[in-house]
T-cell receptor
Framework: GDSVTQMEGPVTLSEEAFLTINCTYT??????LFWYVQYPGEGLQLLLK?????DKGSNKGFEATYRKETTSFHLEKGSVQVSDSAVYFC????????????FGAGTTVTVRA | NAGVTQTPKFRVLKTGQSMTLLCAQD?????MYWYRQDPGMGLRLIHY???????AKGEVPDGYNVSRLKKQNFLLGLESAAPSQTSVYFC????????????FGDGTRLSIL
């Protein structure tokens, strides 16, 4: 079945540092890929998405590129802020019509001032 | 602009008690989902619905039941609560069509003593 593996945390960074969170997936066909972010005490919010190979999703300075050859969707940000402290989830939606999401375990990121 | 609303936000139950979690969405979405979030495990799908009057099992359905009598509401029931069901529960919805993201509620924190 479909599955997502993402880099384990926690990750602690200083402000303005570069952030990378690795995500790889296993799925048949051409899934859609997502990054969701969860701020403390809140639900998940869509951060960015990509729906086909070589697509690049971007939002709020974060980027991720759909790499089918390496089955990866790594999240990057060039200069993090304290406000980026959150839990980040990589997820995929398969080609079935029910559009179920399979999530990675989540990576907790803490940015220090 | 409510989006997805979950009721209640917190609840403490004793083993063996029953309860119902309510999810309501005002976006006229066809698809609705119930997940549970446990430390280090990401989100796991409990049950889902692809339209009014339909329900289907997800990855971890045992001990839960659901109903979708109205398009805007998706109820999750615990008939006889067990400590293993202590978790944070999230509801999500999405519109029809490929590549659409799921929209999440803020979650219900449930403790079973």
């Amino acid at each position: 079945g479909d599955s997502v593996t993402q880099m384990e945390g926690p990750v602690t960074l200083s402000e303005e540092a570069f952030l990378t969170i690795n995500c790889t997936y296993t799925a048949t066909g051409y899934p859609s890929l997502f990054w969701y972010v969860q701020y403390p005490g809140e639900g998940l919010q869509l951060l960015l998405k990509a729906t086909k190979a070589d697509d690049k999703g971007s939002n709020k300075g974060f980027e991720a590129t759909y790499r089918k050859e390496t089955t990866s969707f790594h999240l990057e940000k060039g200069s993090v802020q304290v406000s980026d402290s959150a839990v980040y989830f990589c997820a995929l939606s398969g080609e079935m019509g029910d559009y179920k999401l399979s999530f990675g375990a989540g990576t907790t990121v803490t940015v220090r001032a | 602009n409510a989006g997805v609303t979950q009721t209640p936000k917190f609840r403490v139950l004793k083993t063996g008690q029953s309860m119902t979690l309510l999810c309501a969405q005002d976006m006229n979405h066809e698809y609705m989902y119930w997940y549970r979030q446990d430390p280090g495990m990401g989100l796991r799908l409990i049950h889902y619905s692809v339209g009014e009057g339909t329900t289907a099992k997800g990855e971890v359905p045992d001990g839960y039941n659901v109903s979708r009598l109205k398009k805007q509401n998706f109820l999750l029931g615990l008939e006889s609560a067990a400590p293993s069901q202590t978790s944070v529960y999230f509801c999500a919805s999405r519109r029809t069509g490929g590549n659409q993201p799921q929209h999440f509620g803020d979650g219900t924190r449930l403790s079973i003593l």
